[in-house]
């Protein structure tokens, strides 16, 4: 297992009590299994203001891996995640929307 640090920023951010949270997962571990693991760590509200009603990332959050973009549509894919814990960090950003 490996302990990962989950930053969360604007309104995500503003939704759940802590700005970052940590989580331990297995060395390789799939987006949705990452998400589940957040929302049982994080409660509803993360789950409300980050997922839709069939678990998929909203449009407007992006996820980043180690400073590489998820791929919101592609929750199967598998991340593997090595080195120390200060290493491995995940950010959970919402965009903008509109023009």
Request: hydrophobic share 40%; with cysteine.
């Amino acid at each position: 297992m490996v302990k990962i640090t989950v930053n969360f920023y604007g309104v995500v951010k503003a939704t759940l009590a802590e700005p970052r949270v940590e989580i331990e997962m297995p060395e390789v571990f799939s987006v949705r299994q990452l998400l589940d693991s957040l929302r049982k760590k994080c409660g509803e509200k993360f789950a409300e203001s980050v997922v839709d009603e069939y678990g998929i990332p909203r449009p407007h959050v992006r996820m980043f891996i180690n400073k590489e973009v998820v791929d919101n549509y592609n929750l199967d894919s598998e991340w593997k995640i090595s080195g120390s814990e200060a290493e491995s960090s995940i950010l959970v950003l919402p965009t903008s929307e509109g023009g």
